[in-house]
């Protein structure tokens, strides 16, 4: 007696099916995330995660009064990485502190505001966490919270903020109100969706 193999059932509430390569061959590759309202979850949390990145790029640069008032805003001449890198403590704050400069500036500026402004319109999420876990990874290492006396030593923002990132881009989250879905289905490669 032989059994038979039900064919995979979609959700018709569900996005139509992608080409994924690791899929089992015989069955139709589903959505990643099939429920409308988790799709939906998650777009609010990529847009959300997106201002954690790009709210730092434009407070240094225009100096809105909250991290950075006026007269120290990047666009006034300050630095918008100086007086954090030359105010560590820890066993990396030589190292950090030496780092300081208008080319640090212009890498930490890039950095931030091209992963939040690829998490804020839904393409490059792919890209983006692994630029934004880099980023997180050095601020960690700035603040090394590992220390006698600090808040956590085993899961603070920076690791919060990381892996939030790495869902995002796992999970597409880009395709639900992002550029995401248009970039797969004109053809840009999938590591750069």
Same mark, same amino acid.
């Given at each position: 007696?032989?059994?038979?193999?039900? *064919?995979?059932?979609?959700?018709?509430?569900?996005?139509?099916?992608?080409?994924?390569?690791?899929?089992?061959? @015989?069955?139709?590759?589903?959505? /990643?995330?099939?429920?409308?309202?988790?799709?939906? +979850?998650?777009? #609010?949390?990529?847009? +959300?995660?997106? !201002?954690?990145?790009?709210?730092?790029?434009?407070?240094?640069?225009?100096?809105?009064?909250?991290?950075?008032?006026?007269?120290?805003?990047? !666009?006034?001449?300050?630095?918008?990485?100086?007086?954090?890198?030359?105010?560590?403590?820890? $066993? %990396?704050?030589?190292?950090?502190?030496?780092?300081?400069? $208008? *080319?640090?500036?212009?890498? %930490?500026?890039?950095?931030?505001?091209?992963?939040?402004?690829?998490?804020?319109?839904?393409?490059?999420?792919?890209?983006?966490?692994?630029?934004?876990?880099?980023?997180?990874?050095?601020?960690?290492?700035?603040?090394?919270? /590992?220390?006698?006396?600090?808040?956590?030593?085993?899961?603070?923002?920076?690791? /919060?903020?990381? !892996?939030? #990132?790495? #869902?995002? +881009?796992?999970?597409? *989250? @880009?395709?639900?109100?992002?550029?995401?879905?248009?970039?797969?289905?004109?053809? /840009? $490669?999938?590591?750069?969706?």
């Amino acid at each position: 007696m032989s059994q038979a193999t039900a *064919a995979p059932t979609r959700n018709p509430r569900s996005t139509p099916a992608s080409t994924d390569s690791s899929a089992d061959p @015989g069955t139709t590759p589903s959505p /990643v995330v099939t429920l409308a309202a988790a799709r939906r +979850a998650l777009a #609010v949390l990529r847009v +959300a995660i997106s !201002l954690v990145f790009l709210w730092p790029v434009l407070d240094k640069t225009f100096g809105l009064g909250y991290a950075t008032p006026t007269e120290r805003a990047w !666009l006034n001449g300050g630095s918008p990485t100086q007086g954090y890198l030359s105010s560590l403590s820890g $066993p %990396f704050a030589d190292t950090f502190g030496a780092l300081a400069g $208008p *080319a640090t500036d212009w890498l %930490f500026m890039l950095g931030m505001g091209a992963t939040g402004l690829a998490l804020l319109l839904g393409v490059g999420t792919r890209v983006a966490a692994v630029s934004g876990t880099l980023l997180m990874a050095l601020l960690w290492a700035t603040t090394w919270p /590992v220390a006698a006396g600090s808040t956590n030593p085993v899961v603070e923002d920076h690791v /919060v903020t990381a !892996l939030v #990132v790495i #869902v995002v +881009a796992l999970t597409r *989250a @880009g395709s639900t109100w992002g550029l995401g879905g248009v970039a797969e289905r004109v053809g /840009v $490669p999938a590591w750069m969706r």
